[in-house]
């Protein structure tokens, strides 16, 4: 069982940056794959970046994930904020959960990020 709280959102003004913070507690394992995602209002849910065995992938050039495997947290740097990009972050983790290769994705509870023009 994982838990993962977000933290690191707020208002910044367009053109700023944001670390958004992800701590993670639970039973976690070197093949899980650490993903955020945001949600816009009345827009659905959007993969932004993941992260597994030190390969990232950021959807956005202005988005980086990153692992501190020694603190057990994950982050994601937005640069360059646009208005845009205001919307819930949300922080989560894919794990497989058999030998079949059955995967169970654990959300965490998000953290708001608005960006004013």
């Excluded at 700023?16 to 659905?44: H, M, T």
Aim: with cysteine.
């Amino acid at each position: 069982h994982v838990q993962l709280v977000e933290s690191g959102g707020g208002l910044v003004q367009a053109g700023g940056s944001l670390r958004l913070s992800c701590a993670v507690s639970g039973n976690i394992f070197s093949s899980d794959i650490w993903e955020w995602y945001r949600q816009a209002p009345g827009k659905q849910r959007e993969l932004v970046a993941t992260i597994t065995s030190g390969i990232s992938t950021n959807v956005n050039g202005r988005f980086t994930i990153s692992r501190d495997n020694a603190k057990n947290m994950v982050y994601l740097q937005i640069d360059s904020l646009k208005p845009e990009d205001s919307a819930v972050y949300y922080c989560a983790v894919d794990q497989v959960v058999n030998i079949e290769g059955a995967t169970i994705r654990t959300w965490g509870q998000g953290t708001q990020v608005t960006v004013s023009a």
